[in-house]
């Protein structure tokens, strides 16, 4: 039997309330389905499953808050015992030889609403998948089998939607583009969200009070402990522009990208060049990132910020990646965000936006190392070729720990993404 | 396809309230720059020419961005366009 | 690119006039002559050479013994006819003018070659000289000699089209439609069929129910002769007398020069097709011993008179391997850059 | 329009010849029975009494020593058309065609060009059978060195000639045999046209029709009943074999998503197989159904009336083609 403990989300998550459970005693799930809505500092986030089986018992009730680590769910019939062979004959060996865990967990500090399984009776030790494993996990099979046309997979990934959800009009009742299409249009045309008062200045699943608190908490304790350095410099943005311009022209509304995505993706690839910038720092040591995983700070209407990851930048196309911000705001502003998003940044990107100030100082969000920063687009004068001309362009900061290390890598690091944003094309 | 302009501002003003359902419409400068007026950034922006694309079928080309900055000149603009 | 040592000038210029119905056989026209087989003899001895050392791939199909034929044939040519040849080409060509430093490097597949090295020892073409190749289709170029007869006829152009092709030719479909044509039109084309006696192993009698090519000629109302191949003499009259003809607008001549090749068709040749002992008939009539004796009989060619030409000659076989050997590969940028007439002009 | 007038596809390639032989002294007309017949099916009829017989110029039965000739009278400064009469004797040409005319301007590193033009006809619907009846252009554009021209319009019959004359290397134009006689409407001042796009000859949003010479025709009739199923099909007249403009065509079903690829040729190895994958390298992400085909079916083109219609590409099999791309 395993179980499912409230996720730590952040290094500056200590507790959580649980706001919904989305699966019951008997439901069946499996590694990455979607098992709870639980409350945090940050809001609303969908905990993931990360083993399958059956759902035993549910052992926190809904509203009720408690600790990371404690279990909240227990399964009954792991996935993985349930798809080796027979069971063994009575008496025989447990099929791992290590003993069982204490069913308890040690950072508990407060009794669980239910009672923890009951003691001397063996269970089979059910391997954790890595994290990284979960990552690299293929799509399901079922995924796999969605009959779906060539354009019609394009647009879905573009608009980062899931063809196994549309019923198909094509040949063989294959999803065609047109279907995409028509489902992210009923998507859109959903109710209207009721108007909120101005005065309420809560989206729904946040609580901005305590998310402007565990931000103070976050960004003192970075301040006290990360001795930071600053570089800045400022790039030539025509060719970025140019491109983007060319490319967006070219397509309608819902298919354009944003420069943002454009320093995302060159974000990504320079960090790969300076993998000092991506990881975290903990205990006195530097642990590299197991991948790009890039916050996103994104600005929530009425006050507040959050920054939960888009998994492995790099291997992102731009479009791709377009899709995954559009996708990340829209949950943000609507609730909805997903553990895993919270929990592994490797680094952080924060932009002003075109409405911002020139450039950026930011604070690094322990425990990471880095936070890129991006002011305002502005039209500039630059020496180009010992004359002066008017340009695009925009100042890019880095904040970093001088204990990973010190300036002159930052300016090689910002001279690196200066120049992947020279060859838009290339991205 | 003609829209009357009554068409055109519902739409318009029912798409805003999506992205800034906090914002009284009925408060803002109807002349003033609608990013300042509400708020809105780069991805509230492509969003709105999303939506006026496929509620109006109305393509804005990103050059002419500039002509849609405040409620009275993007209710102008996609009258003549429609 | 290296630079190009000068070519050696020799028919073309040799002072005498081209369109003269008998050859001139002053003592200078005779070293000339014998110069020329010479040449040949050594570019080919030489090319045999560099094969083994795989400076020169693919098939290479030398000349040696038949050198008579190309060597008395151009005498009869001007600047303003046309060459049209086989893959066996490269006495036709050195004996044109073509320079031999850009035939060897198109032996080598350089991009100096006299094609850019697209040919390679099959096709030598050279437009300056009106050297339509080497075609390494048996029969390919006698239609194409009919055109350029054509064309001259319908343009009013002075000049003729000389077509050199082998007696296997004779079996293709190619031979019979041109001679016809020429024939039909009365076009200014001068076939030459080298009968060297065997289409690659084929003897003649295996593949033929009528030996005597001329005689095939003839059917089609093409004056047709037959000649000794291995005088040099001979032949040249005999083409000075056809040309002559064709030039005072009588339509084609046809001439059939028996000859026959010293080296294996190509240099991977056991020769299981015939016997020792032919060849050796055969060499007793080496068109260059049979001129050089000739010459020493009648007192006209000294001792130093031979070392003169061989060390000239020496010298320009060397000239052209450096060359060759300096040359430069054609960048792999520029692969498809001949297959349409504006990427080819490009640059 | 105003000054139209009626004309045929074969009286505008007669019009474009008599054209070309006026305005260049270099060009001449040159194949079997082009003369004293006419022309087996009249192209050039009547121009001997106004040329001669040096500029149109009957040749004997050999395709392969008329076409050479052709080669090298190009090489040597004419500009010669060379009919041959019909596809299937072009294989007696075609040691001349490929090894000579594609190839000279390569193997002589660019010291000779071939400005050579030959026109055949091609296609089945005559009841000719299997050595007159059959589409082989499609292994014509297999070839590296030539340009594949299949005019289909009164426009292209009467404008791709002279460009082709123009162009410094050879360039074989197809013409296909139900569509001498075919008539329409010409402006007097149509002319010569540029010879390496597809046409767009009817747009549409859903599938798109690519087809050429003989069978855009049918493609135009399929495209009109879909319409009336309420499917807008875009009709590509592809115009050019080779080199193939891969943009035009694949800009078509970028848009559409979907495409029917119309020949009347064998389909294995044939131009609609070239066609397809060239679909595929290109826009396979905006495809939303597989690419269909409708080809000749696999048998030498029999005689009899009823075997030779059914071994060709009809109206029916097209509209039905387009329909599954629709999942209809």
């Given amino acids: 039997?395993?179980?499912?403990?409230?996720?730590?989300?952040?290094?500056?998550?200590?507790?959580?309330?649980?706001?919904?459970?989305?699966?019951?005693?008997?439901?069946?799930?499996?590694?990455?389905?979607?098992?709870?809505?639980?409350?945090?500092?940050?809001?609303?986030?969908?905990?993931?499953?990360?083993?399958?089986?059956?759902?035993?018992?549910?052992?926190?009730?809904?509203?009720?808050?408690?600790?990371?680590?404690?279990p909240i769910l227990s399964l009954e019939e792991p996935a993985a015992a349930a798809a080796a062979a027979a069971p063994p004959p009575s008496g025989a060996p447990a099929p791992t030889p290590?003993?069982?865990?204490?069913?308890?967990?040690?950072?508990?500090?407060?009794?669980?609403?239910?009672?923890?399984?009951?003691?001397?009776?063996?269970?089979?030790?059910?391997?954790?998948?890595?994290?990284?494993?979960?990552?690299?996990?293929?799509?399901?099979?079922?995924?796999?089998?969605?009959?779906?046309?060539?354009?019609a997979r394009r647009l879905a990934q573009r608009f980062g939607m899931d063809l196994a959800a549309l019923t198909g009009s094509g040949p063989e009742d294959a999803v065609v583009s047109a279907d995409v299409r028509r489902a992210r249009e009923a998507e859109r045309q959903a109710p209207t969200p009721e108007r909120r008062a101005p005065e309420a200045g809560r989206a729904r699943g946040l609580d901005l009070a305590e998310m402007r608190k565990a931000i103070a908490a976050a960004m003192a304790r970075s301040k006290r402990e990360i001795p930071h350095f600053y570089v800045a410099t400022q790039v030539d943005l025509k060719a970025a522009a140019d491109w983007l311009a060319e490319t967006n022209a070219a397509r309608p509304p819902d298919e354009r990208m944003l420069m943002g995505a454009l320093f995302l993706k060159a974000t990504a690839k320079a960090l790969l060049e300076h993998s000092v910038f991506n990881g975290t720092f903990e205990d006195g040591s530097a642990r590299p990132g197991d991948g790009v995983h890039i916050g996103t700070a994104v600005a929530i209407r009425g006050g507040g910020l959050i920054a939960p990851a888009i998994h492995d930048c790099d291997r992102l196309s731009l479009d791709a990646l377009m899709a995954r911000m559009r996708d990340l705001v829209a949950r943000v502003r609507g609730g909805g965000l997903r553990s895993s998003e919270l929990t592994d940044p490797t680094v952080t990107v924060s932009s002003l936006g075109d409405r911002g100030v020139e450039t950026l100082f930011g604070i690094i969000y322990p425990p990471q190392v880095a936070l890129i920063g991006f002011g305002r687009v502005t039209e500039t004068v630059l020496a180009v070729e010992g004359a002066p001309v008017v340009r695009p362009a925009v100042s890019i900061s880095l904040a970093a720990d001088h204990r990973v290390a010190d300036g002159h890598r930052g300016g090689l690091f910002l001279r690196t993404l200066a120049s992947l944003l020279q060859e838009p094309q290339s991205l | 396809m003609s829209l009357s302009e009554e068409q055109i501002r519902s739409v318009l003003v029912e798409e805003l309230g999506r992205i800034a359902p906090e914002v009284e419409l009925d408060t803002i400068d109807p002349d003033g720059d609608l990013r300042d007026e509400m708020d809105i950034d780069s991805m509230d922006h492509l969003n709105l020419m999303i939506a006026l694309h496929q509620r109006l079928g109305i393509a804005i080309p990103e050059i002419d961005y500039p002509k849609l900055l405040t409620l009275n000149d993007a209710i102008r603009y996609l009258v003549a366009r429609s | 690119?290296?630079?190009?040592?000068?070519?050696?000038?020799?028919?073309?210029?040799?002072?005498?006039?081209?369109?003269?119905?008998?050859?001139?056989?002053?003592?200078?026209?005779?070293?000339?002559?014998?110069?020329?087989?010479?040449?040949?003899?050594?570019?080919?001895?030489?090319?045999?050479?560099?094969?083994?050392?795989?400076?020169?791939?693919?098939?290479?199909?030398?000349?040696?013994?038949?050198?008579?034929?190309?060597?008395?044939?151009?005498?009869?040519?001007?600047?303003?006819?046309?060459?049209?040849?086989?893959?066996?080409?490269?006495?036709?060509?050195?004996?044109?003018?073509?320079?031999?430093?850009?035939?060897?490097?198109?032996?080598?597949?350089?991009?100096?070659?006299?094609?850019?090295?697209?040919?390679?020892?099959?096709?030598?073409?050279?437009?300056?000289?009106?050297?339509?190749?080497?075609?390494?289709?048996?029969?390919?170029?006698?239609?194409?000699?009919?055109?350029?007869?054509?064309?001259?006829?319908?343009?009013?152009?002075?000049?003729?089209?000389?077509?050199?092709?082998?007696?296997?030719?004779?079996?293709?479909?190619?031979?019979?439609?041109?001679?016809?044509?020429?024939?039909?039109?009365?076009?200014?084309?001068?076939?030459?069929?080298?009968?060297?006696?065997?289409?690659?192993?084929?003897?003649?009698?295996?593949?033929?129910?009528?030996?005597?090519?001329?005689?095939?000629?003839?059917?089609?109302?093409?004056?047709?002769?037959?000649?000794?191949?291995?005088?040099?003499?001979?032949?040249?009259?005999?083409?000075?007398?056809?040309?002559?003809?064709?030039?005072?607008?009588?339509?084609?001549?046809?001439?059939?020069?028996?000859?026959?090749?010293?080296?294996?068709?190509?240099?991977?040749?056991?020769?299981?097709?015939?016997?020792?002992?032919?060849?050796?008939?055969?060499r007793a009539k080496d068109p260059i011993a049979r001129l050089r004796g000739w010459l020493e009989e009648s007192g006209a060619l000294h001792a130093q008179d031979l070392e003169e030409i061989d060390s000239r000659i020496e010298a320009e076989v060397a000239e052209a391997v450096a060359f060759a050997e300096a040359g430069t590969w054609e960048p792999v940028e520029d692969l498809t850059r001949f297959v349409h007439s504006a990427a080819a002009r490009r640059r | 329009m105003s000054g139209m007038r009626e004309t045929t596809y074969r009286e505008c390639l007669r019009e474009a010849i008599r054209e070309a032989l006026q305005r260049d002294p270099r060009v001449f007309l040159m194949g079997e029975d082009v003369g004293h017949y006419g022309g087996c099916y009249a192209v050039s009829k009547g121009l001997l009494a106004e040329f001669g017989e040096e500029r149109i110029r009957d040749t004997p039965l050999s395709e392969a020593g008329f076409t050479g000739a052709g080669i090298g009278a190009a090489i040597a400064g004419m500009r010669p058309i060379v009919e041959i009469m019909t596809v299937n004797f072009s294989f007696l040409a075609l040691d001349q065609i490929v090894n000579n005319a594609a190839t000279l301007l390569h193997m002589s590193g660019g010291a000779f060009n071939v400005p050579l033009v030959i026109r055949m006809a091609t296609g089945a619907g005559?009841?000719?059978?299997?050595?007159?009846?059959?589409?082989?252009?499609?292994?014509?554009?297999?070839?590296?060195?030539?340009?594949?021209?299949?005019?289909?319009?009164?426009?292209?019959?009467?404008?791709?000639?002279?460009?082709?004359?123009?162009?410094?290397?050879?360039?074989?134009?197809?013409?296909?045999?139900?569509?001498?006689?075919?008539?329409?409407?010409?402006?007097?001042?149509?002319?010569?046209?540029?010879?390496?796009?597809?046409?767009?000859?009817?747009?549409?949003?859903?599938?798109?029709?690519?087809?050429?010479?003989?069978?855009?025709?049918?493609?135009?009739?399929?495209?009109?009943?879909?319409?009336?199923?309420?499917?807008s099909a875009e009709v590509v007249d592809l115009r050019v074999l080779r080199p193939l403009d891969t943009a035009t065509i694949a800009a078509s079903v970028a848009k559409t998503r979907r495409a029917v690829v119309v020949d009347e040729g064998w389909r294995s190895g044939g131009i609609s197989a070239e066609i397809s994958t060239r679909l595929m390298e290109e826009v396979f992400w905006e495809l939303d159904a597989p690419i269909e085909r409708v080809c000749g079916v696999e048998v030498p083109v029999p005689y009899p009336a009823h075997l030779e219609q059914a071994s060709l590409p009809q109206v029916p099999e097209i509209v039905a083609a387009a329909k599954r791309t629709l999942g209809r």
């Fill in chain 1, 98 to 151: 290590e003993p069982a865990p204490a069913p308890a967990p040690e950072r508990v500090s407060q009794p669980t609403a239910a009672p923890p399984a009951p003691e001397g009776v063996p269970q089979p030790a059910v391997p954790s998948p890595a994290p990284a494993a979960v990552e690299a996990a293929p799509p399901s099979r079922a995924a796999e089998r969605v009959r779906a046309s060539p354009a």
């Fill in chain 3, 1 to 282: 690119m290296s630079e190009r040592p000068k070519a050696e000038e020799t028919t073309l210029e040799a002072g005498e006039d081209f369109t003269a119905s008998r050859p001139h056989l002053s003592r200078a026209h005779l070293l000339d002559l014998l110069h020329q087989m010479l040449r040949i003899r050594r570019f080919e001895d030489r090319c045999a050479e560099l094969y083994t050392y795989e400076k020169i791939r693919g098939f290479l199909h030398l000349y040696d013994g038949e050198e008579a034929v190309a060597a008395g044939a151009m005498r009869a040519l001007g600047p303003d006819d046309w060459v049209v040849a086989t893959y066996r080409e490269h006495g036709h060509a050195l004996a044109r003018g073509v320079p031999m430093p850009e035939i060897m490097a198109e032996m080598f597949g350089k991009a100096e070659g006299s094609s850019r090295g697209r040919g390679g020892s099959m096709h030598i073409f050279d437009r300056a000289h009106n050297f339509l190749g080497g075609n390494a289709i048996v029969g390919g170029g006698l239609p194409l000699a009919v055109g350029i007869g054509l064309a001259k006829r319908m343009r009013g152009e002075p000049g003729l089209a000389a077509c050199f092709f082998g007696e296997g030719a004779a079996a293709e479909g190619t031979f019979h439609e041109s001679l016809n044509l020429a024939a039909l039109w009365k076009l200014p084309v001068l076939f030459v069929c080298e009968n060297n006696q065997y289409a690659m192993g084929t003897a003649l009698r295996y593949s033929e129910s009528e030996t005597a090519i001329a005689k095939k000629a003839e059917s089609y109302r093409v004056p047709a002769a037959a000649v000794d191949g291995m005088d040099v003499v001979a032949v040249e009259a005999a083409a000075r007398s056809a040309a002559h003809a064709i030039r005072a607008g009588g339509g084609p001549q046809f001439l059939e020069a028996a000859t026959y090749r010293f080296r294996a068709h190509s240099m991977f040749d056991a020769q299981l097709y015939r016997d020792k002992a032919e060849v050796e008939q055969w």
């Fill in chain 1, 1 to 70: 039997m395993g179980e499912i403990r409230m996720p730590s989300l952040g290094a500056d998550m200590e507790s959580g309330r649980l706001a919904e459970w989305l699966v019951a005693p008997g439901d069946r799930i499996a590694r990455g389905d979607v098992i709870a809505v639980v409350e945090t500092q940050k809001g609303a986030i969908e905990i993931e499953a990360f083993e399958g089986g059956t759902v035993g018992r549910l052992e926190v009730a809904e509203g009720q808050t408690v600790p990371v680590g404690a």
């Fill in chain 4, 126 to 231: 005559r009841q000719l059978a299997a050595q007159h009846s059959h589409s082989m252009e499609g292994w014509y554009a297999h070839i590296p060195g030539l340009k594949v021209l299949t005019p289909a319009t009164l426009e292209d019959a009467r404008g791709m000639l002279w460009t082709a004359l123009e162009d410094p290397d050879p360039v074989l134009i197809f013409e296909h045999v139900l569509l001498y006689n075919r008539s329409g409407t010409l402006s007097p001042e149509a002319g010569p046209v540029e010879i390496v796009k597809a046409a767009v000859r009817r747009e549409g949003s859903d599938v798109t029709l690519l087809a050429y010479g003989g069978s855009l025709f049918k493609a135009l009739d399929a495209a009109e009943e879909l319409a009336m199923a309420a499917i």
